[in-house]
């Protein structure tokens, strides 16, 4: 069991550029999650799927934002036309449907300048 | 709305002085509480689950306790390895056409131990 992994662990880019976050769930576990954590504030939820289905989206992902899970493995998050208020810790977390734990990845470090 | 609130913000502690982390929730029905610990630049690392009023977890030097309304986060005789910041999180039963995936947040304790 080696975690859940995200790539990349920083990403620096300019305003108006568009970015890809890749995570890899634990191997077995049908549900993921996105997170957006930002200096000081606990997680707040953006998105979940199970299996590959996008169950539920928070207010929080506008239309900039989209994320996959394309044959229910791995999960990319999307952000088109990036403004500075993007500037976060992208969280990704997995499940079993069986269980209540989530268990996260190492986060995504964004920065738009 | 479905609310967490965490208490202190900050705490500084002694190595060997105990104390408690203060959660308090607001949900229309709790399915299950989560603390979870967080280092600098790190993601979550999950610690507890607790699902009813009265139930305890321990590990190690950490105990969580809940009631109807707040859980604690029990630390004793902390070492400096335990600084970090502790976070809680609820997920409450479905309503409103919510699922049952998403955890609320509090805003965190940061707590510091020194020698």
């Known amino acids: 069991d080696t975690g859940v992994s995200q790539n990349p662990r920083h990403k620096i880019t300019k305003r108006g550029q568009n970015v890809t976050f890749r995570c890899d769930p634990i191997s077995e576990h049908n549900r993921l999650y996105w997170y957006r954590q930002t200096l000081g504030q606990g997680p707040e939820f953006l998105t979940y799927f199970q299996n590959e289905a996008q169950l539920e989206k928070s207010r929080l992902l506008s239309d900039r934002f989209s994320a996959e899970r394309p044959k229910g493995s791995f999960s990319t998050l999307e952000i088109q036309r990036t403004e500075q208020g993007d500037s976060a810790m992208y969280l990704c977390a997995s499940s079993l449907q069986t269980s209540r734990e989530q268990y996260f990845g190492p986060g995504t470090r964004l920065t738009v300048t | 709305e479905d609310q967490v609130t965490q208490s202190p913000e900050a705490l500084r502690l002694q190595e060997g002085e105990s104390s408690s982390l203060n959660c308090s929730y607001t949900?229309?029905?709790?399915?299950?509480l989560f603390w979870y610990r967080q280092d600098p630049g790190k993601g979550p690392e999950f610690l507890f689950t607790l699902y009813s009023a009265g139930e305890e977890k321990e590990k190690e030097r950490l105990k969580a306790t809940l009631t109807k309304k707040e859980s604690f986060l029990h630390i004793t005789a902390p070492k400096p390895e335990d600084s970090a910041t502790y976070l809680c999180?609820?997920?409450?039963?479905?309503?409103?056409?919510?699922?049952?995936?998403?955890?609320?947040f509090g805003r965190g304790t940061q707590l510091t131990v020194w020698p």
């Open positions: 949900v229309s029905g709790l399915r299950g």
């Open positions: 999180a609820v997920q409450a039963t479905a309503d409103r056409g919510s699922t049952l995936g998403r955890l609320y």
